[in-house]
């Protein structure tokens, strides 16, 4: 990892790997998070959950919470019905005919996932309000539940929602079916595997909270929450709430990590908005880490059967994939898009596939809903195709690399349109994969493996060669899929009088370090100090629209509009300047926050000058408009196309299962890098998240559908002591897409590890024919599989 340096040192801020600005007051303890905030005649709200996967409410009596003492209020679904108040959820990306049951922020006469809201209580404080919601009687009538997605569409299950009674909500298929059936038939090989990407739950380090203070006398609600996206989750509570959008203000403070969780609107926190309108009061909600996992979304959730045909000199001719998309109980806001286009569309990876059909059905389970989760999507997809690599390459006898390279989409064939219709801008996928083989010293590894092998110990090599789609745009692309919403983002550069600038992003960052990435973007096009620059995202009232912070969206997308913006503000500090010197525009030259006449560089004039002229406004050209700021809504014209290529080294004990990882060796390329720092520790945060899929993690539902991983003493994180020392470096190939030339980092680590792990696991254990295990590879998975591939005849050496 590279050394952290001030600010002052650098030459040049982009490229440079300053410190991160924000962390001082996260060390310290210094920064404030919702919770932390209590006005006065703040009330708290707690939620009584479905104890069940799936039932009947025949009755709730809420008398005896009601009579608590310090309980101010206790709601049900008849109250908000009677509030008017629409309180549904709506999906935020649609497919055609798909089947959208309301997905209410009340439970009315079903519950459909085990945490589902049920009533709320509001009460002196937080204890009095977990109280009363104990004394809430609820009657059910318990139904058959299923939380499988392909168990789902059989015959004699459950049907979730009247609307959809086979659980289907949606089909959907991207490619040539008839060209890929026609490509598997005249193919040398075949090779199929079924795959389960198991449900994850979202473990941000700071569980979902609100604070909502409705102002009557304004008529204005202010909500504090844990958030990603604040425009967003103003324009779902106004919905939700049929409250004025205009008259509502939504504050990201502090956020404590979201990883995708605090992007989809949340039954929780419009009930908190909802609460404050009823009462007229500061209401406030704090998930507990064991509410958090039965309510906020779950990540992944896929079963596929996924076929390659390749030709015996290991060419690819077609890719064939059946998924089964688990939603959960309800439609969450982005839930129809991760099984369809954010994951299909990216089924041929780093490859040119000329022939590719996906048939994606997404299902409704007993289950709590599915939510992006860090890669959303793009994990999935490359789970998939870097699995049947690794079985292609096996088939044929071919070395897992030399498969890869024969079939990478050419340096020279970008930019690249793909089978499933996208086009990738820039990729040198052989330069990440030469690189990682270099450090990883494949050779040696491969001898090393084989005199092992000899001493009964079982050394595995494993490749993932990733590449994920970031920065998701145009807008009128996104309508066209289905968005219901822009993929824009908004940026505004303001001087002020004292030549400081303040910068406002409608990104909303959540630890990934915008605030020192943004200021040195703006410090080298401005050319002002570094320390002259402030940075503010995540309020409603301050910037005046945003998208918000997910899929490594920030840089490409929210960096742009600031680059754009700044430009402008470089362009009528221009004519002001040209002006004050009486030269034409054409006649100055702009550098390190100088105009300088050229050919006479004595007469100059700074932009923070220009800056006080422009605000002094007793001087400047005639048609310009005193103050000095821009706004710039910038619309990406594509997306970006981050790569790279990981390998994993482990040994497995054929004794116990267990899995010693030795090497991780990660390569990427996510183009022109503004603070390697930062881009070092987004891909160690990823790899861990990443190992832990593929090892560690794994919701588990009992055939009731109660989670039976609900607490953190059920559901194992990756601890710093079980993950490696990373080897990592990165080769840079801009993207021709955005004026920074950057791509995204944050979600590589997730897409690329678990592949990677699993691939070197089944090549340690191929001595017993074991090709597949799905994850989580925990040691009892693990010697399960050697156990049952032992027992079978011929089934291990």
Request: proline letters at 6%; glycine letters at 10%; charged letters at 25%.
């Amino acid at each position: 990892m590279p050394d952290s340096i001030e600010a002052r040192q650098a030459e040049k801020l982009k490229g440079s790997p300053v410190e991160r600005r924000e962390d001082p007051e996260l060390l310290t303890g210094e920064a404030t998070f919702t919770d932390d905030m209590e006005p006065r005649g703040t009330v708290h709200m707690a939620v009584l959950r479905s104890q069940y996967g799936h039932a009947r409410i025949e009755s709730i009596d809420t008398s005896a919470a009601e009579e608590l003492d310090g309980v101010l209020a206790v709601y049900t679904a008849d109250d908000v019905e009677a509030s008017d108040a629409p309180g549904r959820i709506e999906p935020i990306w649609l497919l055609p005919d798909l089947k959208r049951p309301p997905y209410p922020m009340l439970a009315q006469d079903k519950v459909r996932y085990q945490g589902q809201p049920v009533a709320v209580a509001v009460a002196e404080d937080r204890y009095r309000a977990s109280d009363a919601v104990d004394a809430i009687d609820v009657t059910y009538d318990r139904l058959e539940a299923v939380t499988k997605a392909r168990e789902a569409t059989d015959e004699d299950a459950p049907t979730i929602h009247e609307e959809a009674p086979d659980n289907v909500a949606a089909e959907w298929d991207v490619g040539d079916e008839e060209a890929t059936d026609a490509a598997f038939e005249d193919a040398d090989r075949t090779v199929s595997v079924d795959l389960v990407n198991q449900r994850l739950l979202p473990t941000a380090m700071e569980p979902r909270v609100t604070l909502a203070n409705y102002r009557p006398s304004a008529d204005e609600l202010v909500v504090h929450m844990g958030t990603q996206c604040p425009h967003l989750h103003r324009r779902f509570m106004a919905d939700m709430l049929d409250f004025p959008e205009q008259k509502m203000r939504v504050i990201a403070p502090e956020v404590g990590g979201g990883f995708g969780s605090k992007d989809s609107a949340h039954p929780d926190e419009t009930l908190t908005a909802w609460c404050s309108l009823q009462l007229e009061r500061p209401v406030k909600w704090q998930a507990t880490r064991t509410e958090a996992y039965v309510s906020t979304g779950h990540g992944r959730g896929q079963e596929t059967t996924a076929e390659i045909a390749v030709d015996e000199d290991g060419s690819i001719q077609a890719l064939r994939v059946e998924t089964y998309g688990d939603l959960g109980g309800y439609l969450s806001t982005w839930g129809p898009l991760m099984p369809a286009h954010g994951y299909a569309l990216m089924l041929p990876g780093q490859y040119d596939v000329e022939n590719v059909y996906c048939e994606v059905k997404e299902v409704f389970t007993n289950a709590t809903p599915t939510e992006p989760y860090r890669g959303a999507g793009r994990p999935e997809a490359s789970y998939v195709i870097e699995r049947l690599a690794t079985l292609a390459a096996r088939e044929l006898d071919m070395e897992p690399t030399e498969f890869r390279r024969k079939n990478f989409v050419p340096r020279d064939d970008f930019p690249h349109e793909t089978a499933t219709g996208l086009v990738y801008d820039s990729g040198d996928y052989d330069k990440t994969l030469d690189r990682a083989l270099e450090m990883a010293d494949l050779e040696a590894l491969r001898e090393k493996q084989a005199d092992l092998r000899e001493e009964g110990r079982y050394l595995g090599i494993g490749i993932s060669c990733y590449n994920e789609s970031c920065g998701y745009g145009p807008s009128e692309i996104i309508g066209q899929i289905g968005g219901q919403l822009g993929l824009y983002e908004n940026g505004v550069v303001r001087f002020h009088p004292s030549g400081a600038v303040t910068v406002y992003c409608g990104t909303s960052g959540h630890g990934q370090g915008h605030e020192t990435t943004y200021a040195q973007i703006v410090a080298d096009e401005l050319g002002v100090d570094y320390d002259d620059i402030e940075v503010i995202e995540g309020d409603t009232d301050e910037v005046p629209m945003g998208m918000g912070t997910y899929g490594s969206r920030s840089v490409s997308v929210g960096g742009s509009a600031i680059v754009e913006a700044s430009r402008e503000v470089v362009e009528k500090a221009g004519t002001i300047a040209a002006h004050h010197l009486e030269v034409s525009e054409e006649d100055l030259e702009f550098e390190d926050g100088e105009f300088q006449v050229a050919g006479a560089p004595e007469r100059s004039m700074t932009i923070k000058e220009v800056a006080r002229e422009a605000y002094l406004a007793h001087d400047l050209p005639d048609g310009t408009s005193p103050g000095l700021e821009a706004t710039n809504f910038y619309d990406p014209e594509n997306l970006v196309f981050p790569f790279g290529t990981h390998i994993v080294v482990v040994e497995v004990d054929p004794d116990t299962g267990e899995i010693d990882l030795e090497r991780y060796i990660a390569v990427d390329d996510c183009g022109n890098q503004i603070n390697p720092k930062i881009v070092e520790g987004q891909v160690h945060g990823a790899i861990a998240q990443g190992l832990g899929q593929g090892l560690f993690e794994g919701v588990e539902y009992d055939e009731n559908g109660t989670l039976l991983t609900g607490s953190m003493q059920d559901y194992t994180l990756p601890k710093a002591l079980q993950v490696p020392e990373y080897e990592t470096d990165h080769t840079v190939t801009p993207s021709p897409h955005n004026p920074l030339g950057a791509k995204g980092i944050g979600e590589a680590g997730t897409i690329a590890a678990p592949p990677a792990v699993v691939n070197a696991v089944t090549d340690a254990l191929q001595p017993f024919g074991i090709d597949h295990i799905d994850m989580p590879l925990t040691d009892e998975t693990v010697w399960q599989a050697i156990q049952n591939a032992t027992a079978e005849p011929g089934g291990a050496d």
